[in-house]
């Protein structure tokens, strides 16, 4: 696999590039030459820039990207603009010119060393514009990683923060998919085992990062939620989430996992109220069972999952600097975001107000 990436790759690694060592080694006995570049925080625009620019003056032609979700997207695109011509601005929504990639990636390897965003098996890459306080996506399906190398044994020493709030992103990103308004039976199944597997095992892996079996599982719903997303679509949740991160430096998962429980809320009191015969509404309750092994109604799986986030001491979102002054404008980017055109239900102002308020 490593042999036939192509001549010299750029590893991509995440701010401590000793936890990329043990793939550094297999490199040289390899005899594999190759540069390396660390990101500190989840990619900017610049980012991009200068991990082309590294990769072009070292002569790289594939790339591997070790890390959590950051260093994946970041590879990811990383790869993207290497081969095609101009700047990365040319290529991303809203903010550059949104120019459709003519020409594939150059080969990427994804190596997650976090179970959460499932970067691994999507095709897009968020990129972080601090000028435009705005979070973008570089989107093709030429971003496609070629190989997604997911080893839950990366995980085993992660700190217990981050498997919360990675596992808490895993966790959104199967439930969001399962209630979404582009739900397939493909990403229903995908979105099933997955829910069953972090409430078997979310807890022991927070408990004991030691346990094999735990991660395991929480390494599949990680990739499972990536497919899921990449193939459904998500909600509310993430249509806050890309807003919040553009304008408030706070981990995505954090901001995911204070967001979950009262967007499941809201869009369950919203379908009652204007949608009573939706198909969506019986799908609270499975996601309550499956989460739980309990015959629970939804408002208690619901319940549960406001513990689980207790528990692992996620911050309110009020504790990443985010004020009641700030939700007209989070609101405002929320409604054109695109996680938000597959919410079940399209939930008025006062909805999306309420739920920011509930979450701060
Ligand atoms: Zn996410």
Same mark, same amino acid.
């Given at each position: 696999m490593l042999k036939n990436g192509g001549k010299r790759p750029l590893v991509v690694t995440g701010k401590n590039v000793q936890r990329a060592e043990p793939l550094l080694q297999?490199?040289?006995?390899?005899?594999?030459?190759?540069?390396?570049? @660390?990101? @500190?925080?989840?990619?900017?625009?610049?980012?991009?820039?200068d991990g082309v620019a590294l990769a072009k003056s070292e002569n790289c032609d594939w790339v591997i990207g070790i890390g959590g979700g950051s260093v994946i997207d970041a590879g990811k695109a990383i790869a993207a603009i290497m081969t095609n011509e101009g700047d990365v601005l040319d290529y991303v929504e809203i903010i550059g010119k949104g120019k459709a990639l003519t020409k594939p990636s150059a080969r990427f390897l994804a190596i997650p060393t976090t179970a959460g965003t499932g970067s691994e098996?999507?095709?897009?890459?968020?990129?972080? @514009?601090?000028?435009h306080k705005l979070k973008v996506s570089l989107r093709s399906a030429y971003m496609l990683p070629a190989i997604a190398l997911v080893d839950p044994e990366l995980t085993y020493d992660l700190p217990r923060n981050v498997t919360a709030s990675t596992g808490l992103d895993a966790l959104t990103q199967v439930i969001e998919p399962y209630l979404c308004s582009r739900a397939n039976p493909m990403t229903d199944a995908i979105c099933i085992e997955g829910i069953k597997r972090i409430g078997r095992s979310f807890r022991r892996a927070f408990g004991n990062g030691y346990d094999v079996e735990a991660r395991a599982d929480m390494a599949v719903a990680g990739l499972f939620g990536g497919m899921a997303l990449a193939n459904a679509g998500l909600g509310a949740v993430h249509g806050f989430a890309g807003p919040i991160g553009g304008m408030f430096s706070a981990p995505h998962g954090e901001i995911c996992a204070a967001l979950l429980a009262d967007v499941m809320d809201a869009n369950l009191r919203a379908l009652r109220e204007r949608d009573s015969e939706s198909p969506v509404i019986p799908r609270f309750y499975h996601v309550a069972r499956l989460l739980t092994g309990d015959q629970i109604n939804a408002a208690e799986g619901i319940q549960r999952i406001r513990d689980v986030?207790?528990?692992?001491?996620?911050?309110?979102?009020? @504790?990443?600097?985010?004020?009641?002054?700030?939700?007209?404008?989070?609101?405002?980017?929320?409604?054109?975001?695109?996680?938000?055109?597959a919410n079940p239900i399209v939930l008025t102002d006062e909805e999306l107000t309420e739920i920011l308020q509930r979450a701060l």
């Open positions: 297999l490199l040289r006995l390899n005899h594999i030459e190759y540069s390396t570049f @660390s990101i @500190s925080c989840e990619p900017k625009i610049q980012t991009i820039r098996v999507t095709r897009n890459a968020v990129l972080a @514009s601090p000028e986030v207790a528990d692992f001491k996620i911050p309110r979102l009020s @504790s990443h600097g985010i004020k009641s002054d700030d939700i007209p404008e989070i609101v405002r980017h929320a409604k054109n975001a695109s996680s938000m055109k």
